[in-house]
C-alpha cells in the first residue's frame, strides 16, 4: 500500500530560524512528488513539482528536494508569513490519476 | 472566473438527506479532481474527471458517492443518504493538463457537516 508520511506533525519556530520538513514515501513507481502550503479555512496552493531523484526546486525562503526515498522542504529565515500546513504528496499515474497526500506539518513561526 | 470556485462554502444536513455538492473549474481545464479532508487526516483522493468521463470510481467512499461533470466544466459531488461520517471538507482541483503530475489549482473547499 502505498504511504506518505510527513515528520513533524507540527513545528514551532522563531523568525528567522531555519529548519527541514520531511516526507518519506512508500510507492511503486513514483512519477511526482508534490509540495502544497494550506493556509486555515483554504484550498492547497501548489509550491513545487518534484520528477525525479536529486532534483531541487526553490521559491523565495523555500527549497525542495527529493531522493529516492524522501523529500525535504527547506525553510530559511522563515517569516510569520510562512506559518501555514505544508502538504506532500505522490503522483503515480495511472488510471486513478490522483494524489496521495500525506498529513501535512502545522508549521508556526512566531516573530 | 480566475479561480476553482466551490458551493456552497458551508452545509449543514440532517443525517439521512441528500446533498450536493458543486465545482466550477478554471475555464479551459480537462482535469477536474475531487478529494476529501477529514479532520486530523490527509486529504483523500475520490475521483477524477479527464473531460466529462471518470475513469476510475474505486476512491469513492461508499455506493452513496457519485459524481457527474458536464460540458467538460462544471461537477457535482452527490451524496446520498448522508452520515455522520460523511462529515469533511470536500475539495475540488482542476488542471490544465489531462493526466497529472502537473499542478493542481484547488477551490477553497466545502465544509459538509452531518448532524
Known amino acids: 500500500e502505498d504511504q506518505v508520511t510527513q515528520s513533524p506533525e507540527a513545528l514551532r519556530l522563531q523568525e528567522g530560524e531555519s529548519s527541514s520538513l520531511n516526507c518519506s514515501y512508500t510507492?511503486?513507481?513514483?512519477?511526482?512528488l508534490f509540495w502544497y502550503r494550506q493556509d486555515p479555512g483554504k484550498g492547497p496552493e501548489f509550491l513545487f513539482t518534484?520528477?525525479?531523484a536529486g532534483e531541487e526546486k526553490e521559491k523565495e525562503r523555500l527549497k525542495a528536494t527529493l531522493t529516492k526515498k524522501e523529500s525535504f522542504l527547506h525553510i530559511t529565515a522563515p517569516k510569520p508569513e510562512d506559518s501555514a500546513t505544508y502538504l506532500c504528496?505522490?503522483?503515480?499515474?495511472?488510471?486513478?490519476?490522483?494524489?496521495?497526500f500525506g498529513k501535512g506539518t502545522h508549521l508556526i513561526i512566531q516573530p | 472566473g480566475a479561480g476553482v470556485s466551490q458551493s456552497p462554502s458551508n452545509k449543514v444536513t440532517e443525517k439521512g438527506k441528500d446533498v450536493e455538492l458543486r465545482c466550477d473549474p478554471i475555464?479551459?481545464?480537462?482535469?477536474l479532481y475531487w478529494y476529501r479532508q477529514s479532520l486530523g487526516q490527509g486529504l483523500e483522493f475520490l475521483i477524477y474527471?479527464?473531460?466529462?468521463?471518470?475513469?476510475?470510481k474505486s476512491g469513492l467512499p461508499s455506493d452513496r458517492f457519485s459524481a457527474e461533470r458536464t460540458g467538460g466544466s462544471v461537477s457535482t459531488l452527490t451524496i446520498q443518504r448522508t452520515q455522520q461520517e460523511d462529515s469533511a471538507v470536500y475539495l475540488c482541483?482542476?488542471?490544465?493538463?489531462?493526466?497529472?503530475?502537473?499542478?493542481?489549482?484547488f477551490g477553497q473547499g466545502t465544509r459538509l457537516t452531518v448532524v
Open positions: 518534484l520528477y525525479s
Open positions: 510507492v511503486s513507481g513514483l512519477r511526482g
Open positions: 482541483a482542476s488542471s490544465p493538463r489531462v493526466r497529472g503530475g502537473t499542478e493542481a489549482f
Open positions: 504528496a505522490v503522483w503515480k499515474g495511472g488510471g486513478a490519476d490522483g494524489l496521495t
Open positions: 475555464s479551459g481545464h480537462t482535469a
Open positions: 474527471f479527464q473531460g466529462n468521463s471518470a475513469p476510475d
